[in-house]
């Protein structure tokens, strides 16, 4: 688990990587970029330019589906 500041929940979060975020779901990696893009969803660019998911945001976007353990 890796904690992140997210700047739309103000505060550091859980992230997950857009693929680990996809499976939880059970969506494609492209259902989330969708969903980011209709903000839904915080993703967060790294300085590596790993993109992040906010794992609130998630929980929010599918709570029917995600784990939320
Ligand atoms: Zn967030």
New binding site residues.
């Given amino acids: 688990m890796s904690l992140f500041f997210?700047?739309?929940?103000e505060?550091e979060?859980e992230m997950l990587s857009i693929q680990d975020a996809a499976n939880a779901a059970d969506v494609t990696p492209r259902t989330i970029h969708n969903w980011k893009r209709s903000g839904k969803?915080?993703v967060l660019e790294t300085p590596g330019r790993r993109k992040l998911v906010?794992?609130?945001?998630m929980v929010r976007q599918c709570s029917n589906t995600f784990d939320q353990r």
């Fill in positions: 997210c700047p739309q929940c505060k979060t969803l915080h906010c794992k609130p945001s």
